[in-house]
């Protein structure tokens, strides 16, 4: 079997059962957070987490056409930061390994790694250091380290909890059809979707003050599409999802309208987007919302667990199925 057809979730589902068969199952039981979780963690005799996350940019994949070096650099840090983020985790440092093409010049290496900087300084995480390399296309090999005294997981949800995501979806799966498949939209919209894509940020502060708050029993970052981190978040925690209110953005439904499209697709099944989808505490709401708006963020609420084994949105009175689909390398 070619890992075309694995999938990048199928290949990561081999490598653990790799390391497991090899004599590392104590060891996997024994992590703080499972394999399947946005980061790795180990305990610290102090009591607290060391967080460590590591995530690839790939040109020919992850930038979009129109990309400038100094964005790519910039998305390959957020890419990293983002899952620290729906830890609730501060980052400490930043390393990255450097594949580069014998033709690659020398002015955008200038250009990439400054844009790097730029977002590891933003997000309090200095670079340290690295490694360089040959490659036959550009590849940042991100490596994200932070501490932690309230890490928050991907399960712990609980029937009655509230199921929230820190912003809108639909402008990078609004972006992608623009740019990959030729859609059109006036320019202001068309700016507005494709800065989506070009220069992502990670709700870093956010993640934080909801993991403070200790009012957040679950949460997940959203990169890989809205449909499939709904899917994964409620298979880690055993429970179901009702999802009552897609949070659609209004330029992406701008764009649907005038593409005659699904909004509702477009927000559920795009991808790309660095927000978080957590669950709060049941009759915490009203204190987790003031905790987001105390950093300058917000929570929107979309919908809430059960105990039914199920993930399905409710329009115009009827329950549909969400399928776990989303963004997956190698497919």
């Known amino acids: 079997m070619k890992v075309s057809q694995l999938g990048e ?8 059962s790799i390391i497991r068969e090899e004599g590392g199952a104590q060891r996997l039981k024994d992590m703080a957070l499972p394999p399947s979780d946005d980061a790795s963690a180990v305990r610290l005799e102090d009591g607290r987490h060391l967080i460590l996350k590591t995530d690839m940019f790939n040109r020919r994949t992850d930038a979009p056409k129109g990309m400038r070096h100094h964005q790519m650099g910039m998305k ?7 899952d620290l983020a729906a830890k609730g985790v501060r980052p400490f440092a930043f390393l990255f390994s450097l594949g580069l093409p014998r033709n690659y010049k020398q002015s955008n290496v200038r250009s990439l790694v400054a844009g790097i900087n730029a977002a590891a300084l933003e997000y309090g995480a200095p670079v340290l250091g690295g490694d360089v390399g040959e490659a036959r ?13 309230n890490l928050v997981k991907r399960s712990g949800a609980s029937p009655g909890d509230i199921v929230a995501v820190t912003g809108p979806f639909g402008d990078t799966a609004a972006a992608h059809k623009i740019l990959l498949k030729g859609m059109k939209a006036p320019q202001p919209l068309r700016k507005t979707l494709c800065r989506s894509v070009y220069e992502p940020r990670a709700r870093l502060e956010l993640g934080i003050a909801l993991a403070e708050s200790g009012l957040v029993t679950s949460s997940m970052d959203s990169s890989d599409g809205l449909a499939f981190t709904l899917n994964e978040l409620a298979r880690s925690s055993d429970v179901g999802f009702v999802i009552d209110s897609l949070p659609i953005s209004k330029p992406a439904r701008d764009f649907a309208s005038l593409n005659e499209l699904s909004p509702e697709d477009l927000a559920l099944f795009g991808g790309e987007e660095y927000e978080i989808v957590v669950t709060v505490k049941k009759g915490a709401w009203e204190r987790a919302l003031g ?10 609420r979309i919908g809430g667990v059960v105990s039914e084994k199920k993930v399905v949105l409710i329009k115009d009175s009827k329950e549909t199925p969400i399928p776990s689909r989303g963004w997956e390398h190698l497919k």
């Open 9 to 16: 979730r199928g290949v990561i589902d081999l490598i653990w």
């Open 76 to 82: 390959a840090v957020t890419i990293n930061i983002s």
């Open 137 to 149: 296309d550009l590849i940042v090999a991100g490596f994200a380290v932070g501490f932690s005294s």
């Open 291 to 300: 905790a987001a708006r105390c950093v300058g963020g917000d929570l929107i």
